[in-house]
């Protein structure tokens, strides 16, 4: 089975600037590339920060763009998303019995689960009381499949030991470990960091998008507040089979040179 994940599209209204960058032509070009490499993917899952700053505007942007998309797409909420906002434009997205964005999709013994760390008004991300329940309630139905978890927020608590990004990390990480502790967990899917980061985290696997707009400059001596910059955004490629998972990572903004078109024999 093949799914792919893309992050933190940060999507304005229309087709403004962010940073000096144009979010929804990168989305579109990213898609674009995603048909015509992965057109058999079963699932495209964007991991939050679907828009910028939550503005309806900029979600009707990203209706428009993902109307003309042909691979089916799950869309999940992360802290500058708005949840409201997001639903009046998408109502036909997939909630849990309490509103939140959460659900799930079997596949070849696989459940791949989406949960909404979503918190208004906050960069950190959590799993309340209700959505935790909706989780252990789908680990516990998923019986013996193997799952995949896609979120915003990595269920983490340090930042991933980056300066400063402990106060936007997950809050709370032992109730998210505790609710899926009955379930047999592949890999764990997030945004959030703009950065490309691969963890172990609780003895499970957890790989972050850098996401398809601006990057961040990661400095482990001086980092203090983020330096965003317009470097090659990316997006991942999850191949999975039985019990084992690959993920590539995939530039699509620019083309790389071929500098040998074929291995010699």
Known sequence: MKIIQLSDTHLVAGDGELFGLHPARRLLKCLKHIVA?????????????????GDPLAYLALKEIVAHFSLPIRLLLGNHDHRENFRGVFPGCEVDENGFVQSSFDKDGVRCIFLDTHVPDEGYGLLCSARLEWLRSCVSAAGDKRLLIFM???PEGTGFGV????????????????AVAAGH?????????????NAVVNGHPVVVSRGTSHQIVLDLANFRRPEFVDAEPTYNVILVGGDSVCVHEWSFLNESTIVRPHMPK
């Open 185 to 197: 967990v592949l890999q764990i899917f997030a945004g959030h960091y703009h950065l490309p980061v």
């Open 163 to 178: 300066p400063g990004f402990s106060d936007i990390a997950f809050v709370d990480p032992e109730s998210f470990w505790n």
């Open 37 to 53: 490499h992965h057109g058999d993917a079963e699932l495209v899952v964007f991991t939050g920060d679907l828009v910028h700053d």
């Open 152 to 154: 915003h927020h990595a």
